[in-house]
């Protein structure tokens, strides 16, 4: 009713991202992979390519969409606590990113 903007992030993941681990992340990606499943990783890479391609193909009005998943991409910081939250130091990353790509929305 007011004419609102809206913008779907599609978060990074410990399962998805290109960063190089931590070895506290790596041994939680382990850990998980080998509890949850040895699929883990490519589980999460199938879901979030149908995700993404699902995403990218809406063409509607007041929507955007910005792909999160590679924000974290070139960096050796230790960011993921989990498999899907991240700490202060890819908090900032993160909003980082997001600012980034408002702007650009905001631009056009």
């Known amino acids: 009713m007011?004419?609102?903007?809206?913008v779907y992030v599609?978060?990074?993941t410990m399962a998805v991202t290109h960063k190089a681990l931590s070895d506290r992340e790596r041994s939680h990606l382990d850990r998980?992979?080998?509890?949850?499943?040895?699929?883990l990783s490519a589980?999460?890479?199938?879901?979030?390519?149908?995700?993404?391609?699902?995403?990218?193909?809406?063409?509607?009005?007041?929507?955007?969409?910005?792909d999160a998943?590679?924000?974290?991409d070139g960096t050796d910081a230790d960011v993921f606590i989990d498999m899907y939250h991240f700490g202060d130091?890819?908090?900032?990353?993160?909003a980082r990113g997001l600012?980034?790509?408002?702007?650009?929305i905001i631009d056009n």
């Not at 998980?32 to 699929?39: F, G, K």
């Not at 589980?43 to 509607?60: H, M």
């Not at 998943?69 to 974290?72: E, I, M, S």
């Open 43 to 66: 589980v999460f890479s199938d879901a979030y390519g149908a995700i993404d391609a699902r995403l990218r193909s809406l063409d509607l009005e007041g929507f955007h969409y910005v």
């Open 99 to 104: 600012a980034a790509e408002l702007a650009e």
């Open 32 to 39: 998980a992979t080998r509890t949850v499943s040895p699929r």
């Open 10 to 12: 599609l978060q990074p």
């Open 2 to 6: 007011v004419d609102a903007e809206y």
């Open 89 to 94: 130091r890819g908090n900032e990353i993160v």
């Open 69 to 72: 998943t590679r924000v974290f």
